[in-house]
């Protein structure tokens, strides 16, 4: 399950990461770890960016990218 498979509001845990290795320390820079809880807070239409809160903050990350964050739901 992926980031993208969450709807607003639901709330995850990362598990990990499907993608090349410049991709994962961009995120790991960004705060997402793995063992941390986030949050859809909304995603925007078209194909557009997702908005996240990590921790005490939100982020917003292409859907591409949330496309290769392995989560599983809380």
């Known amino acids: 399950m992926t ?4 709807k607003p509001g639901e709330k995850a845990a990362i598990v990990g990461f499907n993608g090349d290795l410049q991709l994962q320390a961009r995120l ?3 705060g997402l ?3 941390i809880e986030i949050r859809l807070v909304k995603a ?3 194909s557009g960016p997702v ?3 990590v921790r005490d903050y939100y982020i917003s990350i ?3 990218d949330a ?3 392995q989560v ?3």
């Open 3 to 6: 980031i993208n498979n969450l």
């Open 28 to 30: 790991v820079e960004m």
């Open 33 to 35: 770890l793995p063992g």
């Open 44 to 46: 925007a239409p078209l």
């Open 51 to 53: 908005e996240l809160k």
């Open 62 to 64: 292409r859907r591409k």
């Open 67 to 69: 496309g290769k964050i």
């Open 72 to 74: 599983a739901p809380l």
